[in-house]
């Protein structure tokens, strides 16, 4: 089944204390992106790649970190989270061809005291 | 910049009758997509539909179709015979085909609630 994974889906943690949450998909797509959704804002992109070891800044990248070392993966880092960094994540991914469709992975919950 | 805006905080159907969600947006490219994505109480993103702009005719799925103006810059979302299942958070996405970071841009979202 074609799928984005995240792990994990829930997250509660403390000022300061480094995580990472994994993406990996499927569907040998090259291009992979981090967005985060808050309350009245929709989602908005904070990092995203167009192939392995190609990445970039999206839209609010503070706070932030990402790697792509392989196709299939595309972790977000959060080296010293924040709790304005409470947020609800998803990861997503697409071929770049003309059919461009974003799938998107089940998201994390997290939540930082 | 391109922007979407949903001007439709929250939306309420009775079951078996028809919606339709409002979508429009700001752009100066010419070619694109646009997308409704649908929310679910899961939290999960579904696509529901999307469309090419260089398309003259409307997509449809199923239950759901659009109407895409692209001289007014429109994008609406229409259920027909709305089900249960239907209640979710509704956001219109735009996504400027060939750009340097392929990313959707969304509208802030349209809670839609179908009540029995």
């Known amino acids: 089944e074609a799928q984005v994974t995240q792990n994990p889906r829930y997250l509660i943690t403390v000022t300061g204390k480094k995580l990472t949450v994994t993406c990996s998909q499927n569907m040998n797509h090259e291009y992979m992106s981090w967005y985060r959704q808050d309350p009245g804002l929709g989602l908005r992109q904070i990092y995203y790649?167009?192939?392995?070891?190609?990445?970039d800044k999206g839209d609010v990248p503070e706070g932030y970190k990402v790697s792509r070392k392989e196709k299939r993966n595309f972790p977000l880092i959060l080296e010293s989270p924040s709790p304005n960094q409470t947020s609800l994540y998803f990861c997503?991914?697409?071929?770049?061809?003309?059919?461009?469709?974003?799938?998107f992975g089940p998201g994390t919950r997290l939540t930082v005291l | 910049a391109q922007t979407v805006t949903q001007s439709q905080p929250e939306m309420s159907v009775q079951e078996a009758e028809t919606v339709t969600l409002s979508c429009t947006y700001d752009t100066s490219e010419n070619n694109y997509y646009l997308f409704w994505y649908k929310q679910p109480p899961s939290r999960q993103m579904i696509l529901v539909i999307r469309?090419?702009?260089?398309?003259?005719q409307n997509a449809t799925e199923n239950r759901f179709s659009v109407n895409f103006q692209k001289a007014a810059k429109s994008f609406s979302l229409k259920i027909s015979d709305s089900q249960l299942g239907d209640t979710a958070m509704y956001f219109c996405a735009f996504l400027f085909y060939g750009g340097a970071t392929n990313k959707l841009i969304f509208g802030t979202g349209t809670l839609l609630a179908v009540q029995p």
């Open positions: 790649s167009m192939n392995v070891e190609v990445t």
């Open positions: 469309q090419e702009a260089y398309k003259q």
């Open positions: 997503a991914s697409s071929s770049l061809d003309s059919t461009d469709t974003q799938y």
